[in-house]
């Protein structure tokens, strides 16, 4: 058995990664349409119309399918289909030359996920084939195999064909994956011979308590990362001005990333800007500000680009309404991203142009804003971090309960209390990149490994807050468990080996309402509490803590519920098992609670949970709110800028229709907020000399008190972003 760490040797990935490349800076301002083509769209495709469409959208690059799955050009190579429509044409070409000529910059989208009958008569080892041995078709096509020779030898002469002959500024590549198109894995016998060489095991079937498993789940996401690098220099070799642009998708599509092999961390290197996907529809709303936020988090140096797709995935020809398409672009731009608005069946009769228009001039009024949205860094002083190991390899099979939710709980735990900040991978912590935080959070980070550690014990050591909760560092990288807390001389509690599990009808007794961290709990004795609880040892708990267990109260344990008659708190209820365990280390200091706040109130939306999650952030030293918000809404709030610049931006997430349908509805309304107030605070030793409010088209003359600026928004529908000229 390879060691943990030879099994996740993410440095011998990032060498792999090519370090000299041309610049293809021209994506983090350029603002991008990709239209995916079906076989038929070559009967009515017209190259100078498609940039006339490209420039009714503002946009700076029009993306369109070339080849792959179906060839829109006369392709030579044996077995890539030509679209039957094609009729000697050739389109890819025609369009490249429109695009140039008309200003606009050409992005190749290929797909090497499918291919056909004929392919896999000739060569059915290139194909995927489930347990059975048995291959998997998608309409009539095959899905083809990441390990196999349809990606490492077809791929790469289709990519050189379309290079050698195409002036592409950008190459897409669509479901370059596992498990493409709702397909199980793979077990050819390229992925057999693969695996086993580089674990000595078969290939397992799915299941998470078994180290196999996690040891295939991990190789999946390391092929496509070495497909990416083979094809980024391949595309280097052909047309080195090309960027390759290689898709994944990040925390909300874990239930589609994780059977593709898809993490971000291990494109980056690979990728000369980095595109993450966000097109289905059920995940929360906040999933592209997520991604966004991800992606500059994982390298602000790099372009970061999140697709906008017009339509529902299921119903393509269909518009997705247009408030939240238009919230969807909003989250992307406020984070520092650039949106890439995505259209199929543009040329089917049948077909939802309703929100055309609307996009159209959000869009223009990104563009004319570059001030606002393009060349500024984030300036949040609040990291959260996401780990795809826990997700993974402590989450198993059910991620979302056992992981998942704790960070989505933070995530919009900061929503809520309206507290910027970003969203940072584990594997790329460094006390060089946690600096600037003043608070790290590490919601239920279960996984962690011993240099992680190390670091972020320096990080509290040398002044900062750390916020972790439930079982953070009790596992490795690959989920097996410690007997105790990585991080427990940090956070100062020890893991006594058990855990109270379901806890329900229970509460945290408010035993300090003058602790800072019980803030705004002055009319109550309690909040609520549900989930699991850590045990700590008893050294943790002979301290004063200001919050503490109140055990459940049923009428049958386990039941969850009482009877009202007899429905009561005794004395004995309340333990002094602390809920919240703080320590000063170094220079900075911790706080940890030791059960689920964040999942419980990502779960039951229960605002004092939020509210404690947010006390607890704002105990930092020194902690003052950089931009204060009055009024009512559900707001995201983000803040970036540079020397010259300090840009607020405010998303609007206030919209009707809380119900539980099992399929989250689509935002169809924004609840306009009007006169919204808010106080800016400037940075130390700058004042301000112009306010431009973007979308409410006014400028405002700054009026300063005490390093304060009021700013009255008359009108905040999907987005305001408040532009602070300093000097
Ligand atoms: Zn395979």
New binding site residues.
Partial sequence: MLSADQKICLGEVLKKGVTTMPDFNWFKSALIMILTMRADDAKKWDPLELVGLAKSFHVDALGFSAGGIMAFYPTQIDDHPRSPWLSGKDLVGETVEALHRGGLRAIGRIDPSLASNDLFLKHPDW???DANNCPITVHDSFVT????NYYYQFIPDVIKEILDNYEFDGLWANAAR?AAWHSKQ???????E?FEKASGHSIPIESWGDPVWLEYNEWRYQCIGDWMRYIHDQVQRVRSDCAWLPLCQVVESWDDSRPGGWDPDYVLPHADAMVLEAQRRYPNIWWPGLEARYLRGLNPEKAANVTVSYFFPWWRFYSVPDPENRLWIAQIVANGARPWLHITGYYSELFDRRGFDSLRKMLKKIKENPDAYTGLQSLAEVAIVYSRFSQDNYGGEFPEKNYINHFRGFYNAMMVERIPFDVISDKFLSMESLRRYRVLILPNMACMAKKTAETIAEYVKSGGLLITTYKTGLFDEMGKERNDFLLAPVISASYSGSTLKNIRAAYGYIRNHDHPICRSFENTELIPLVGDLCLVSADACRNAHPLTLITSIEGKGGSGISVPEFNKIERNHITDLPLIIENKFGRGHSIFFPFQPDKAAYEYGLPDMFRLLGNAVRMAPGWKDRVEVQGAGLLDISVTGDENRMVIHILNFSSPGSFNSGQRRPMQQIVPIHDLKMTVRLPRDRTCNGVKLVFNKARVTPVIKDGKLPITIPELNELESVVLSLK
């Fill in positions: 194909f995927t084939v195999c990441p390990n196999g596992f793979c077990f050819c016998s390229v992925c057999q693969k």
